[in-house]
């Protein structure tokens, strides 16, 4: 997300509780790819939201599989969200769903954090329309995630594996998806900044790899545009405690996570937001000064046109390339 620094600053770092069932620390988070996993125990956090500023107390439980990734809004008789691109609502400076005008704004970095720690079924409460901003990163998230443990369920996880390419393009973004037999993400990003400019990722998200080079890339924003940003109704919870905060020169609250911190957070709020498709991909994804509008849209238009994809097992890929690697009998 895209986001400006408010002047006045509020120390709002957020604090992890534990849930009333919570388990140690699980050292291998990532489940094997073949079955869907949930969370073992329940987690909490407290925060606030970076565009509301208002606070909000978020649990994460455990759920069943087949469930997928539902969101609950216990201060409103614990109406149920899902996070599916049909209640897609807003998508300008982060990722917002709304089901008969109850609205579960900023879903995009613990959708990330659900996707790298391969979660896939989860039901999340929160108390109020946004969730907590924490330190602007993934990583909150997922150190909440690996304190409950992972469990494997019984159920295949399917995927999503496209099978012909889709390229939008609008002006000079651009966002494609290209037949793959793993997920993979590269993106571009180009701002007139002298620590940003223009900036580069690639990463295959097998192993540990969204771990250790996504999840801690924080959010960033431009202190000469606070004020007008804050006049539009946002960044009311923003701080130096959960954004980078670009001046015109430099950073006023160092030092970066990495060199190339900015283009590796736009590379966490794209995998948050094809969370919504509701099932992982296989695909290489690309994209160019895209955005969370751009994003939802690649979600758009894969859902709106099956013949683009066929939903698969991991084993039935690996079947498919046995058989592709079998030598052929001589003519």
Known sequence: MWLSYHRRIRNITCKLVPGSNSAGKDPAVNSPLIQENTIRAGVECQGVGLHSGAPVHL???????????????????????????RNVARVSYATSLMKQGVLISTTEHLLSAFIGTGIDNAIVELDNLELPILDGSAQPFVEMIQRAGVRRQRRQRTYLRLNRAI????????????????YSVSYAINFLHPLIGKQTFEVDLSDDNF????????????????DAMKEQGLIRGASQDNAIVLTREGVLNPPLRFADEFVRHKVLD?????????????????????????????VSRILKDPTLWDQTTVADVTDQLATMEQPQPAA
């Open 59 to 85: 649990k994460i439980l455990p759920a069943p599989a087949g469930t997928g990734i539902v969101f609950r809004r216990t201060d409103l008789d614990n109406f149920v969200v899902e996070a599916i691109s």
């Open 211 to 226: 771990l250790r080079e996504i999840a801690p890339a924080r959010t960033f924003g431009f202190l000469h545009e606070a």
């Open 167 to 182: 390229e939008l393009r609008e002006g000079n973004k651009f966002i494609a998806v290209y037949p793959a037999d793993t």
């Open 270 to 298: 794209l995998i948050g937001d094809l969370a919504l498709l509701g099932k992982r991909i296989l695909g290489n994804v690309v994209a160019d000064r895209a955005g969370h509008a751009m994003h939802t849209a690649l």
